[in-house]
């Protein structure tokens, strides 16, 4: 039962060095997320998913005060509810997208409401995902993981390898 073997003499110093590496790529990336959500519910279940993966939560429970929040917490993506007192997520979509230093940033819709309507809107004011409420903590970390990979992807490529492929 042994955990490796190796035909040949080994640094083992080397091995160690590799295997943190490995590890270390594994863990997930210390990426801040804002949640945009009016529910105190939602956003502590929000928080008990993705701070014990290592993400860093912000949230703004008031649309009102969300430009302050994104000021402060520079998020890497942004988690919208859909119906909040006196704006709708959607809104808060368009208005990052009208917005060149928030374009880039991923946005998910989580929503209650269920239906084409939604994601058609979302579609529409540039949301990369909806995801339906209650949503299973194993797709939300797939989900954000997917969407910050593609976006730190979209980032580093430039238009001419994009072309070489």
Do not use: W
């Amino acid at each position: 039962g042994a955990d490796a073997y190796f035909p040949h003499t080994v640094d083992f110093s080397v091995v160690r060095d590799r295997l943190q590496e490995l590890l270390q790529n594994r863990q997930p990336p210390s990426s801040t997320i804002l949640i945009v959500d009016d529910d105190p519910e939602q956003v502590t279940f929000l928080r008990a998913v993705l701070q014990p993966v290592g993400y860093h939560v912000h949230s703004c429970r008031d649309p009102r005060y969300f430009d302050k929040e994104l000021a402060i917490a520079k998020p890497d993506l942004i988690i919208l509810d859909v119906v909040m007192p006196g704006i709708l997520g959607t809104d808060l979509a368009r208005y990052l997208r009208q917005e060149e230093s928030h374009r880039s940033i991923p946005i998910i819709i989580l929503s209650s409401l269920d239906g084409e309507r939604v994601r058609g809107e979302s579609a529409l004011v540039g949301a990369d995902l909806v995801l339906q409420k209650p949503v299973d903590p194993q797709i939300l970390l797939a989900s954000i993981k997917g969407c910050l990979d593609s976006a730190f992807r979209r980032k580093t490529v430039s238009p001419i390898e994009v072309l070489a492929d």
